[in-house]
């Protein structure tokens, strides 16, 4: 089992709000990623980091943004959110990048 | 344009039948592919990974092949479990591990 975390597992908000997606891992791993997975769809990776400080921009476009002040822990921010935004998010770590990567639970996002 | 195909889309077979998923893939420069298993609503878990050089990896009753010249690999699962009712991810990276392509899974149901 993975020591990849994140919070909460599931939430649903109203259109506007502010939301800090949560993820943790107590692997030391240096490479960290969020991707987005709409229902029996494929997994896009809209973030990762390399190390603390750095963050880059995945595949998909994404209107969220990352931030990588320690290296156990990479949250995931939407300013504002919409409906469009309503998906699953999930977080994962590897070692190196061309390692296996740890996926957390994942979180459900509604927005209403 | 890397991509990665997987066949069936869905599969339903008896307990303790085998079954085989099918994932082609056109990443460039290729460097390892690799399959998850998705439970519903959870992460997914690493099963094989498989470099240019390797054709074959076991993990338990998974079996994985790779065969590097026609870009295809080939899940097989033997004995199957109720269990491993799941989704069944494919993901192909490149060299330098700066793209990974996701495939969309194959949805494996196993009835008693």
């Known amino acids: 089992e993975a020591d990849i975390y994140q919070t909460p597992r599931y939430l649903v908000i109203g259109t506007g709000k502010k939301i800090t997606l949560e993820c943790s891992q107590t692997?030391?791993?240096?490479?960290m990623y969020w991707y987005q997975q709409d229902p029996g769809m494929e997994l896009h990776l809209i973030h990762y980091?390399?190390?603390?400080?750095?963050?880059e921009k995945g595949d998909l476009s994404s209107e969220s943004t990352v931030s990588r002040i320690r290296t156990e822990h990479f949250p995931l921010t939407l300013e504002s959110a919409r409906p469009s935004h309503t998906s699953q998010y999930l977080c994962?770590?590897?070692?190196?990048?061309?390692?296996?990567?740890?996926f957390g639970p994942g979180t459900r996002l509604l927005v209403l | 344009k890397n991509q990665v195909e997987q066949s069936p889309q869905s599969l339903i077979i008896l307990e303790g039948k085998n079954c085989t998923l099918q994932?082609?893939?056109?990443?460039?420069?290729?460097?390892?592919l690799r399959w998850y298993k998705q439970d519903t609503g959870r992460g997914p878990v690493s099963l094989t990974i498989?470099?240019?050089?390797?054709n074959t990896k076991s993990n338990g009753r998974y079996t994985a092949t790779l065969d590097a010249d026609t870009k295809q690999s080939s899940l097989h699962i033997t004995a199957s479990q109720l269990s491993d009712s799941a989704s069944y991810i494919c993901?192909?990276?490149?060299?330098?591990?700066?793209?990974?392509?996701f495939g969309a899974g194959t949805r494996l149901f196993v009835k008693a």
């Open positions: 993901v192909a990276q490149n060299t330098g591990g700066f793209k990974t392509i």
């Open positions: 980091s390399y190390g603390v400080n750095s963050t």
């Open positions: 498989m470099t240019f050089s390797e």
């Open positions: 994962a770590s590897s070692e190196y990048v061309m390692e296996t990567q740890y």
């Open positions: 994932c082609n893939y056109t990443v460039s420069p290729f460097s390892n």
């Open positions: 692997m030391g791993h240096d490479k």
